[in-house]
């Protein structure tokens, strides 16, 4: 790994936002997924999740522009599941959804641990969504039109949160645990040897504080390379 390429990793991971989150409940259109996975990235989530019932859908590198490499994806089965797990967590549970409780999603302080339910295309947020949400909240529409594409949506809302965060300057000291630090940088850094840890069914080693791979002669063997052949190797493919 480069060092330019490890200042850039160690860059984002600085400013990941462990505490705030979008959950998708049944948007299924690959284009609305990559899109949200990329507006995750840009504005620092670690994490997003989603809910599908059966079979999930799968978001491609190219689709989502390699973001689905820096952003994991989690999936719950069921709504009530997924809602569980985010208030586990200790986030406040907000619903994009247009009623009389609804308030500006400007209003709300951002800067709590936050999750953003996002409805599907077709049919909105869901009514067991709703019941389970703590606020409502809407995006001021001045047209006929009275809604949004939802990556669209989901990137209005996760820039006013990033706004009111890097005020707050929540994006100012790491937060991100050590493991996943060691796992982005593992895979963003040396991309040749995870795709063969993950084919090969080897653990992935340490990261050093110099980007450098630290393992055992053993790893290195089963690797069938030497740690001396690796560094041309591995330094071309961080470009």
């Known amino acids: 790994m480069t060092p330019e390429r490890l200042a850039r990793i160690n860059s984002m991971l600085d400013k990941r936002q462990i505490d705030l989150t979008v959950c998708m409940e049944m948007v299924h259109k690959s284009n609305n997924l990559a899109a949200v996975l990329r507006t995750a990235d840009a504005v620092g989530l670690s994490q997003i999740h989603a809910v599908w019932p059966e079979q999930g859908y799968y978001v491609s590198r190219n689709t989502s522009g390699g973001s689905s490499m820096w952003v994991d994806l989690k999936t719950h089965t069921t709504t009530t599941s997924a809602i569980e797990n985010l208030r586990g967590q200790g986030m406040q549970i907000l619903a994009t959804n247009l009623s009389d409780s609804a308030v500006d999603f400007r209003e709300i302080d951002y800067t709590k641990p936050t999750a953003i339910l996002m409805g599907n295309e077709k049919d909105g947020i869901s009514d067991e969504a709703l019941a ?16 949004l594409n939802v990556s669209v949506a989901t990137a209005l809302i996760l820039y006013e949160a990033q706004l009111q965060r890097k005020k707050a300057g929540l994006y100012e000291q790491r937060t991100i645990d050590q493991d996943t630090c060691q796992r982005l940088l593992f895979e963003g850094g040396h991309p040749i040897f995870a795709k063969a840890c993950r084919r090969k069914g080897l653990p992935y080693p340490k990261v050093d504080e110099n980007g450098q791979i630290v393992a055992s002669e053993d790893w290195w063997q089963k690797m069938q390379m030497s740690q001396d052949s690796w560094q041309h190797l591995d330094d071309d493919s961080s470009d």
């Open 132 to 147: 389970l949400a703590d606020q409502d909240i809407i995006i001021p529409m001045e047209g006929m039109v009275q809604s």
